[in-house]
């Protein structure tokens, strides 16, 4: 049993809910620490060829939880927080020889979008948004977002990941980077018994090939985030926006 998630199984699908609706399923650190000890869990099983991962309610995930550190945000904690937990979840869902479905309904913020297009597949529906709020922090995307959109999708998404903002599921979808459904959740357990059943080790052979041509330098890219992402915890802007949201009040930003 874990807490902040559900596990469920079904023959060879497992799904991967993360539940924490009373805080729009945001990843706190225990929730990146049970998400972590359940994709192993679901790795060392033999019998799972699929894994879902979705959110409960309307929400897929809010991204990282800033109400989760009262106290001061050190540049050693930003990094920590990424090597230790975001970017080992990341390097988890690419590197499994299992094929990862996201079912997304609602709204997908930060390090959420991250997870939902890391899977292979994502299924969204008309209604969810994906919202970039790492600038209103002073803080750049991470979890890798820059490096998967960006090979995901060319230049399409360089407005959002340098300026933050949002965009719409059917924006996604006319850049080719995920299904629409208006059941997310149903179409992707379809689409997982499909695969499950099907010739197997020939899906997952051509997602290593396309984890081989699409994320190649991967790993490289997640020391550049850890690395310049910390440095961050150093700034101006960062202190103030961090302090504003705890607050609730606009960020006075300076640029330094």
Same mark, same amino acid.
């Given at each position: ?50 894994? !879902? ?33 975001? /970017?080992? !979840?990341?390097?988890? !869902? ?115 090939? !396309? ?24 700034? /101006? ?20």
């Amino acid at each position: 049993m874990y807490r902040n998630i559900k596990i469920e199984y079904d023959g060879m699908v497992a799904t991967i809910t993360i539940d924490r609706p009373n805080r729009m399923n945001a990843l706190d650190s225990e929730t990146r620490r049970v998400i972590i000890s359940a994709l192993d869990e679901i790795e060392n099983n033999a019998d799972i060829r699929v894994v !879902i991962i979705t959110g409960s309610g309307k929400v897929f995930s809010a991204g990282a939880d800033l109400s989760d550190t009262r106290g001061e945000i050190s540049e050693d904690l930003l990094r920590s927080d990424l090597e230790d937990s975001f /970017h080992i !979840i990341a390097k988890k !869902i690419r590197n499994s020889r299992k094929i990862f479905i996201s079912a997304v309904d609602g709204i997908a913020a930060g390090a959420g979008i991250s997870i939902a297009f890391l899977c292979d597949l994502v299924f969204a529906s008309p209604r969810t948004r994906f919202v970039l709020a790492f600038q209103g922090v002073g803080l750049a995307p991470d979890t890798g977002l820059s490096y998967i959109l960006t090979k995901l999708a060319g230049a399409r998404f360089s407005r959002h990941l340098i300026v933050g903002g949002e965009f719409s599921a059917e924006y996604a979808h006319e850049a080719g980077i995920l299904e629409l459904a208006s059941d997310p959740l149903s179409q992707a357990r379809d689409m997982a018994r499909s695969i499950a059943s099907g010739p197997f080790k020939a899906y997952s052979t051509a997602k290593a090939f !396309i984890t081989y041509s699409l994320f190649g330098d991967f790993e490289e890219f997640l020391r550049l985030e850890s690395r310049d992402q910390s440095k961050l915890a150093l700034s /101006h802007d960062f202190v103030e926006g961090v302090a504003a949201f705890r607050e609730k009040r606009k960020p006075r930003f300076t640029g330094n």
